[in-house]
């Protein structure tokens, strides 16, 4: 039986009902039942899944939960909107998990090819390094991301021999944090990552899909999902930032 309904914990059961959702998800855009066509069709839709689980999570009378889309906070630097929050509550006290969303495909919606790849695995990393941020200001108590494409590149490389693949996507990719500094699309990156993460994509139909939380450095990495063909050795720490040696852009 699912988590989402076996966790005795109240904020277990909420966290597990965001995978249960990604879960049902994945699967309806992966057989055509959920057509995605961009980011903010992919927020839409998976929001809907969600907040059809969430009431199955309350098991109790003092617990309640909500979804809000694009939510404004303030980030001291600036304002900021969270894809989906998710609100909490019961009597052991007050829950909220940030969800930001990353969707790649190969044709845009407006009917042209799609490049930018660098960009894309840029602002996954990025998306990492806000829901830190999130988390560290007190803004939500977890973070999650959420990660969907249909460019076999991003998760089967035949080689990474571009500076893109600093901001690595791969299968079974780990890092336990650190400094990105290599620029991207001409412009200067200043991405600092605090926890450790591992890239364990599933495939359903032409889509590969992602979940990703932070871990602090010192836990064992989770399993490797054993649906992709083919599988990368998990690297140690690595050197992610400008004192680099050179590389050749991406191709």
Same mark, same amino acid.
Request: with cysteine; hydrophobic share 40%.
């Given at each position: 039986?699912?988590?989402?309904?076996?966790?005795?914990?109240?904020? *277990?059961?909420?966290?597990?009902?965001?995978?249960?959702?990604?879960?049902?998800?994945?699967?309806?855009? @992966?057989? !055509?039942?959920?057509?995605?066509?961009?980011?903010?069709?992919?927020?839409?839709?998976?929001?809907?899944?969600?907040?059809?689980? $969430?009431?199955?999570?309350?098991?109790?009378?003092?617990? /309640?939960?909500? =979804?809000?889309?694009?939510?404004?906070?303030?980030?001291?630097? %600036?304002?900021?909107?969270?894809?989906?929050?998710?609100? %909490?509550?019961?009597?052991? @006290?007050? !829950?909220?998990?940030?969800?930001?969303?990353?969707?790649? /495909?190969? =044709?845009?919606?407006? #009917? /042209?090819?799609?490049?930018?790849?660098?960009?894309?695995?840029?602002?996954?990393?990025?998306?990492?390094?806000?829901?830190?941020?999130?988390?560290?200001?007190?803004?939500?108590?977890?973070?999650?991301?959420?990660?969907?494409?249909?460019?076999?590149? +991003?998760?089967?490389?035949?080689?990474?021999?571009?500076?893109?693949?600093?901001?690595?996507?791969?299968?079974?990719?780990?890092?336990? #944090? @650190?400094? +990105?500094?290599?620029?991207?699309? #001409?412009?200067?990156?200043?991405?600092? $990552?605090?926890? *450790?993460? !591992?890239?364990?994509?599933?495939?359903?139909?032409?889509?590969?899909?992602?979940?990703?939380? #932070? /871990?602090?450095?010192?836990?064992?990495?989770?399993?490797?999902?054993?649906?992709?063909?083919?599988? &990368?050795?998990?690297? %140690?720490?690595?050197? &992610? @930032? %400008?004192?680099?040696?050179?590389?050749?852009?991406?191709?």
């Amino acid at each position: 039986m699912h988590a989402f309904i076996t966790d005795t914990s109240f904020d *277990s059961r909420l966290r597990s009902t965001i995978s249960a959702a990604w879960a049902v998800f994945a699967r309806k855009v @992966g057989s !055509t039942l959920i057509p995605i066509n961009k980011e903010a069709s992919m927020q839409l839709q998976y929001a809907f899944v969600l907040k059809q689980l $969430l009431p199955m999570a309350l098991q109790h009378p003092d617990e /309640r939960a909500e =979804i809000e889309l694009e939510p404004g906070v303030n980030m001291g630097t %600036g304002s900021n909107n969270i894809d989906i929050l998710v609100h %909490g509550a019961s009597a052991s @006290g007050e !829950t909220k998990i940030a969800i930001e969303m990353k969707c790649y /495909r190969k =044709i845009a919606a407006s #009917g /042209r090819t799609r490049g930018a790849h660098d960009i894309f695995m840029k602002d996954v990393y990025e998306d990492l390094h806000v829901l830190e941020q999130y988390v560290a200001q007190g803004v939500a108590s977890r973070g999650v991301a959420l990660v969907m494409n249909d460019l076999e590149r +991003f998760v089967n490389p035949k080689a990474k021999d571009g500076k893109c693949w600093t901001y690595d996507t791969s299968h079974g990719h780990t890092f336990q #944090g @650190g400094h +990105f500094t290599v620029p991207v699309g #001409g412009k200067d990156v200043n991405i600092q $990552l605090a926890r *450790s993460y !591992t890239f364990n994509w599933e495939k359903f139909g032409q889509f590969w899909f992602c979940e990703l939380e #932070g /871990r602090c450095p010192q836990e064992l990495p989770r399993p490797h999902m054993p649906s992709v063909e083919r599988r &990368y050795p998990i690297p %140690g720490i690595g050197n &992610y @930032g %400008g004192i680099a040696a050179p590389v050749q852009e991406a191709s």
